[in-house]
Nanobody
Framework: QVQLVESGGGLVQAGGSLRLSCAAS????????MGWFRQAPGKEREFVAT????????YYTDSVKGRFTISRDNPKNTMYLQMNSLKPEDTAVYYC???????????????????WGQGTQVTVSS
């Protein structure tokens, strides 16, 4: 089992940057495929990015490609999401999630993930 805590959200102007962190408890962080999801008001939770156990395989949803970078530091039990060139439509609560199993280089579904953080708010003003 793993517990996840996100941090780093906030209010930023369009074009700005934020770095989200996801701190994991336990000794097995490196065995999990990790992902970032987001949920805007009135919308379903949507996939943002996923990373395999050692960071060697990564997949992004199209709307964030070239702007967001997912990474992980296994010795620190932490995953990151560097968000650049932020747009108002990126406004959402961002969640990190963990699951076992094989890496999937396509749009991941929320119900594929077993463990979730509490979320961190990202607001991008125009």
């Amino acid at each position: 089992q793993v517990q996840l805590v996100e941090s780093g959200g906030g209010l930023v102007q369009a074009g700005g940057s934020l770095r989200l962190s996801c701190a994991a408890s336990g000794r097995t962080f490196s065995t999990y495929v990790m992902g970032w999801f987001r949920q805007a008001p009135g919308k379903e939770r949507e996939f943002v990015a996923t990373i395999n156990w050692n960071g060697g395989r990564i997949y992004y949803t199209d709307s964030v490609k070239g702007r967001f970078t997912i990474s992980r530091d296994n010795p620190k039990n932490t995953m990151y999401l560097q968000m650049n060139s932020l747009k108002p439509e990126d406004t959402a609560v961002y969640y990190c999630a963990a699951r076992k199993g094989a890496f999937r280089a396509w749009e991941n579904q929320a119900d594929e993930y077993d463990y979730w953080g509490q979320g961190t708010q990202v607001t991008v003003s125009s």
